[in-house]
Nanobody, 125 residues
Framework: QVQLVESGGGSVQTGGSLRLSCAAS????????IAWFRQGPGKEREGVAT????????RYADSVKGRFTISQDYVKKTAFLQMDSLKPEDTAMYYC??????????????????WGQGTQVTVSS
């Protein structure tokens, strides 16, 4: 059974940085991807970044390219999201998600079978 536990959310001012962590127990296949999604107030859930466990390949939403970096500790089965140059529009609940073969649809919600409880990120102007 896959379980995801996020940590690292908080409140920062515009231009600040935060680092989120997602500990993914029960993930064994190299086909698994670990992704970050976010959902702002009144908005749909959207993909932010994802990483393929085996290859380390990554994908980013256009809105965060150049500001966010996803990485992983393969042995510890933990993914990280380094968020720099944060903007008020980055304010959202951030969710870690895991699923297999995400390269068939990088940010399709249906590709991700397992979800964490979420961690709040608030960026003030």
């Amino acid at each position: 059974q896959v379980q995801l536990v996020e940590s690292g959310g908080g409140s920062v001012q515009t231009g600040g940085s935060l680092r989120l962590s997602c500990a993914a127990s029960g993930v064994t296949s190299n086909d698994f991807c670990i992704a970050w999604f976010r959902q702002g107030p009144g908005k749909e859930r959207e993909g932010v970044a994802t990483i393929v466990r085996g290859s380390g390949g990554t994908r980013y939403a256009d809105s965060v390219k150049g500001r966010f970096t996803i990485s992983q500790d393969y042995v510890k089965k933990t993914a990280f999201l380094q968020m720099d140059s944060l903007k008020p529009e980055d304010t959202a609940m951030y969710y870690c998600a895991a699923g297999e073969r995400c390269y068939m649809g990088w940010f399709q919600l249906s590709r991700y079978n397992y979800w964490g409880q979420g961690t709040q990120v608030t960026v003030s102007s």
